[in-house]
Nanobody, 121 residues
Framework: QVQLVESGGGLVQAGGSLRLSCAASGSIFSIDAMGWYRQAPGKQRELVAV???????NYADSVKGRFTISRDNAKNTVYLQMNSLKPEDTAVYYC???????????????WGQGTQVTVSS
């Protein structure tokens, strides 16, 4: 089995910062892309940022210049540093990882349980 455990969410004032972490554990051979998604009330889940195994990254336009995604491959962990937070960043943030459980298997999506980020104005 594979588990993704997130931490670091909370309540912060506008302009503040938070750092999210997501650690993958279990039967893991390798991890391809890792990313963060978010879902605000009444809205669809959207991609926030993704980082591939080689280190390349992509960001949603709404967070470029404010959020930074990084990963520690030795720890199977992905991070999201969020600066200059705005009320519109309020959402449940979900970690995603594309995990290969053996050398010969495909990479399958796994999700964390979600962590609430609330930004007050």
């Amino acid at each position: 089995q594979v588990q993704l455990v997130e931490s670091g969410g909370g309540l912060v004032q506008a302009g503040g910062s938070l750092r999210l972490s997501c650690a993958a554990s279990g039967s893991i051979f390798s991890i391809d892309a890792m990313g963060w998604y978010r879902q605000a009330p009444g809205k669809q889940r959207e991609l926030v940022a993704v980082i591939r195994s080689g280190g390349s990254t992509n960001y949603a336009d709404s967070v470029k210049g404010r959020f930074t995604i990084s990963r520690d491959n030795a720890k199977n962990t992905v991070y999201l540093q969020m600066n200059s937070l705005k009320p519109e960043d309020t959402a449940v943030y979900y970690c995603n990882a594309q995990i290969r459980r053996t050398k010969w298997s495909g990479a399958y999506d796994h999700w964390g349980q979600g962590t609430q980020v609330t930004v007050s104005s």
